[in-house]
């Protein structure tokens, strides 16, 4: 999870300072706006973490970050830095709100797109309207252009659940797009026959995460091999697992 959050965060450079399509002062705002929001709203996501679970966590503050670079998009190259900082502190409230709706409501959204991404950059594209610099982005603040921003978004959104509503429909017709209980507890076997994951899983590791169940055959380890120390008095012979590995004398008995 580190690991992404740091490819997405240094790859975000380029995506709203790339925009400008030129190395620019609009570039520049782009780039500079992204990172004060996403540090903001990465600090922010760990206190309410904090606060909440007496704990911040790895994984938060991830989400936290890419809150930010979500919501700050639409509005990175038209706004001010001390107003990506104010996108920043908003993005970490309202995103972890909606993350918590989404949990109490129990909607299947197990990366958090809908809270994150969606109401994000809902969000941001709102805020346009309220912290847009003329002298930035070549728009000014107003309320004409809030008006625009939300119509805009709000049209956005309608038409981005109609049609993900009718894709989805449709691909329900064709074959099922969530697995049944049974499957989840082993996705990787159950739908394609192979696991993803090397066999010395074992229950307990993600691959069997909420499967009571033994793992199958295949992930067991065979059992060690008893190595012979030696003959014994009794014409025997000692095993690694019948006698203690002692340093002995070499002579008739061994």
Not at 35 to 44: F, G, K, P
Request: glycine letters at 12%; charged letters at 15%.
């Amino acid at each position: 999870v580190a690991l992404g959050t740091g490819l997405l965060w240094f790859g975000w450079f380029g995506f709203n300072g790339g925009s400008a399509l030129a190395s620019t002062g609009s570039a520049a705002f782009a780039a500079v706006n992204s990172e004060i929001a996403a540090s903001t709203a990465l600090c922010v996501w760990t206190m309410i973490d904090t606060y909440k679970n007496g704990k911040p966590s790895l994984v938060g503050l991830c989400v936290g970050a890419i809150a930010g670079l979500a919501t700050i998009t639409p509005c990175a190259g038209f706004i001010r830095p001390w107003a990506a900082f104010c996108v920043g502190v908003l993005a970490a409230v309202f995103c972890y709100a909606c993350c918590e709706l989404k949990n109490k409501m129990q909607w299947d959204d197990a990366l958090d797109v809908w809270g994150v991404h969606g109401m994000g950059g809902l969000l941001g594209s709102i805020l346009v309207g309220i912290f847009a610099d003329e002298n930035v982005g070549g728009v000014a603040a107003s309320g004409e252009l809030f008006g625009k921003q939300l119509a805009a978004t709000l049209l956005c959104a309608a038409y981005s659940y109609l049609f993900s509503f009718v894709v989805l429909f449709v691909m329900t017709k064709v074959w099922d797009i969530k697995p049944s209980p049974e499957q989840i507890k082993n996705v990787d076997m159950s739908l394609h026959g192979e696991s993803a994951y090397p066999a010395t899983l074992t229950p307990g590791s993600s691959i069997h995460k909420g499967s009571e169940s033994e793992p199958p055959e295949s992930f067991k380890k065979p059992p060690p091999k008893e190595k012979t120390l030696g003959k014994m008095e009794d014409g025997g012979f000692a095993t690694a697992k019948e006698t203690k590995i002692e340093a002995f004398p070499v002579g008739d008995n061994v």
